[in-house]
């Protein structure tokens, strides 16, 4: 296996890919993404940082990041969160003992520049479409979509057809 090397940038942006244990539909009911949104609070009010955007769909989650100026520890608090989260689940462990809750990593990008920001802001918030889950993003609950439209950065009908700056785009 390479020997993976994370990008740490004190007060960064990042976006992240986080997903379950093989894939499992972890997040099927707004009940479990209440749970998750919990344990958001939990390490948010211990570890400060500023969530830009989310979805999250049954079987992971995208999100944008803005870290803390002079703070450039995000892997503890993906740790924390995965954590907490686990913590109040009952469920199978494997052979190590470990729950099979999530996938042991999670991709990260450092956004680069506002084009990048843009981007992966659609990216976020066009994967329920990508997924076959909703045919617009205006209809997927789990999403910070709704808060981008009443900022007035998207239509309520965007992303019914893919955007052309997604064509071809894969962060899973």
Aim: with cysteine; glycine share 4%; hydrophobic share 35%.
């Amino acid at each position: 296996m390479a020997d993976y090397r994370r990008l740490y940038i004190p007060g960064g942006s990042y976006f992240f890919t986080v997903v379950t244990y093989e894939r499992r539909p972890l997040f099927a009911s707004a009940q479990r993404v209440n749970e998750l949104r919990r344990a958001f609070r939990y390490v948010k009010k211990r570890r400060p940082f500023t969530v830009v955007a989310a979805v999250v769909l049954p079987d992971h989650v995208h999100c944008m990041w803005q870290l803390p100026d002079g703070d450039s520890d995000f892997s503890t608090r993906w740790q924390m969160i995965k954590t907490e989260f686990s913590r109040h689940l009952s469920v199978p462990a494997n052979g190590d003992g470990a729950k099979t809750i999530w996938q042991p990593r999670f991709w990260e990008h450092a956004i680069r520049d506002e084009e990048d920001f843009r981007r992966h802001l659609d990216y976020i918030h066009y994967n329920p479409v990508k997924h076959g889950l909703v045919s617009a993003p205006v209809a997927w609950p789990h999403s910070s979509f709704h808060k981008f439209v009443r900022m007035h950065w998207y239509d309520e009908e965007w992303g019914r057809v893919e955007p052309k700056t997604l064509s071809g785009v894969e962060y899973e």
